[in-house]
């Protein structure tokens, strides 16, 4: 084959298996959430950026659907961040100042895409190299407290591959300029789209005994076969851990991860699975919330603690601070700790929750 059916094979198996992956994510939505959701129009995005990586303008898709292809390559920063987080994180949400910055990317890509200004180009590179660096750090930072095994593990591959992906983009547009696409280059970068492709589909694929003998057995998948697998626990654990609780343990607000397995005094990957799989905490910071808002309850509902101010109860419960202890027990309770200080002291049941989320399941991680 020739370089340039080379090139054109590469572009067009990336373009096909993401845009199969987004119809699989998207039909599967309602189970996925918003994973799945930020998949599509990433999909979208990274195709637009394949159609019109190579150095051959015979190749490239022209007119409309050029045009088109030249805009959504812009927009693959964005859609790449968002989904990485809403992947790594059940709670994430655009919001605040990630929301501000996804949304002044899409607007200076869709200006640098229709004008020439020649500031637009500089400024979405200084923009792009601050969200790689926010979602490299927001990938490590939680990895600590992270108890599903597999997400907790696929954080560092991720922050080097797609983090990676991106940084040398933006380098070589910084170094090189914009106009910089060699064959040799832009091959490198359409296989590595396609080898993301080809190791999210092994991912989320799987081969069910039966599926093409049309059997009736019973479908299990894997992931629930290894849930099935790793649900017992160590009896001594759960005796070691109930001790510690019963101690306090959750109530020191500096408590880490890493200090909890060493007072544990096993393994840190046992540790893990029993907090994970034996007491369904998805991270170990929901683990703490649940028992500091448990004390925060006992102590909001003491008739003996009336007195006690709110930030007080909530400092002594193990939160760092009243904003964050107001947050997780309007998330956790569906009402405010006064609120329910109030019914509770007056003999009643706590307030009806507006919601309780309890502890999110994780449906789509890598």
């Known amino acids: 084959m020739t370089p340039a059916q080379i090139d054109v094979a590469l572009r067009l198996a990336a373009i096909v298996i993401l845009l199969l992956l987004a119809w699989l994510l998207f039909r599967d939505r309602a189970r996925i959430g918003l994973p799945a959701l930020l998949f599509a129009p990433m999909a979208l995005c990274l195709s637009g950026f394949v159609a019109g990586n190579t150095p051959d303008p015979a190749l490239r898709p022209a007119g409309t659907v050029g045009a088109i292809a030249h805009f959504a390559s812009g927009c693959t920063v964005v859609f790449l961040w968002y989904f990485c987080l809403a992947c790594f994180d059940p709670r994430f949400r655009p919001r605040g100042a990630v929301l501000a910055a996804g949304l002044l990317w899409l607007a200076l890509a869709a200006a640098d895409r229709l004008t020439a200004l020649p500031f637009l180009s500089p400024v979405l590179v200084a923009l792009g190299f601050a969200i790689v660096a926010h979602l490299v750090w927001r990938l490590w930072a939680d990895r600590e407290g992270d108890l599903v095994e597999r997400r907790h593990d696929a954080r560092i591959t991720v922050a080097l ?19 910089w696409r060699p064959r040799a280059f832009a091959l490198a970068q359409n296989a590595t789209v396609l080898g993301f492709g080809l190791w999210l589909a092994g991912r989320i694929l799987d081969a069910r005994a039966g599926v093409l003998s049309f059997d009736s057995a019973p479908e299990t998948s894997l992931s629930a076969r290894n849930e099935i697998a790793d649900a017992a626990a160590d009896a001594a654990l759960h005796a070691r851990l109930a001790a510690l609780i019963e101690d306090g343990i959750h109530l020191d607000p500096d408590l880490t991860f890493a200090g909890f397995v060493q007072r544990m005094s096993a393994p840190e990957k046992a540790v893990r699975r029993l907090v994970n799989h034996a007491l369904g905490f998805d991270h170990f910071r929901a683990f703490l919330n649940h028992h500091r808002v448990v004390e925060a309850k006992r102590r909001l509902g003491d008739p003996a603690r009336a007195s006690d101010k709110v930030i007080a109860i909530a400092l002594d419960s193990g939160f760092a601070s009243l904003p964050s202890f107001n947050r997780v027990f309007r998330e956790l309770e569906g009402c405010t700790p006064s609120a329910y200080r109030a019914a509770a002291l007056a003999g009643a049941a706590a307030p009806p929750p507006e919601s309780r989320p309890g502890f999110e399941q994780r449906s789509a991680v890598f």
């Open 161 to 179: 591959l797609l983090g990676g992906l991106l940084l040398a983009d933006l380098l070589v547009d910084l170094v090189l300029g914009f106009a």
